[in-house]
């Protein structure tokens, strides 16, 4: 009597799952016949290589893009236009005149200046390269196991420290060369102005 009624609830079960699925197809079904009947959007043109029109002229409307505003000349007022070539050509040595008289002749003490703050500024640099490149060291040599671990990186880093430390090297040198001639240039300057006083 069990097992019929156990069958019996095994049947009803099954029956069940079944109509939820029948009603669950119906419904995807339904909802399928519905989007199909709903009017579709007119499908937008796609332009590709194989179907431009090779003999017709493309048509642009509206202003052109900023880039290509950036890059046509701007249309002169009619008084530019009028200036003779030998009034414009005048401005522009008058404008390299004075951008070179704004910058600082060579051997200035604004140059000087100028150059002293470099050579500090590189070897402040350097003093920090140096520094980490010490502490890189005696944290690498503080452990065996990273000498065993992966020598390799080691030696990538430690190459990559001593050329960064020789190249700020070498531009404190020239920096330093270059100060000694402007300093040399003051002085005969200076040496030249004098004679003339």
Known sequence: MRRIEFMLAIGAVVVASALGAAAQSESLGDAARAARREPRPPAKKVYTNDNLPTSASISVVGAPPAEEAEQQPAARPPEEKAKPAAATAAAKETK???????????????????????????????????????????????????????PKTWTENETKFRADIADRQKQIEEAKSQLQDMEEQARHAGTSEQGVQ
Do not use: F, H, M
């Open 96 to 150: 390299a005149e004075e951008k070179k008289a704004a910058q600082p002749q060579a051997g200035s003490p604004e140059q000087i200046a100028a150059q002293k703050d470099r050579i500090a500024s590189l070897e402040k640099e350097l003093d920090l390269l140096q520094r980490e490149y010490k502490l890189q060291v005696a944290d690498y040599y503080a452990d065996a196991g990273n000498q065993l671990r992966d």
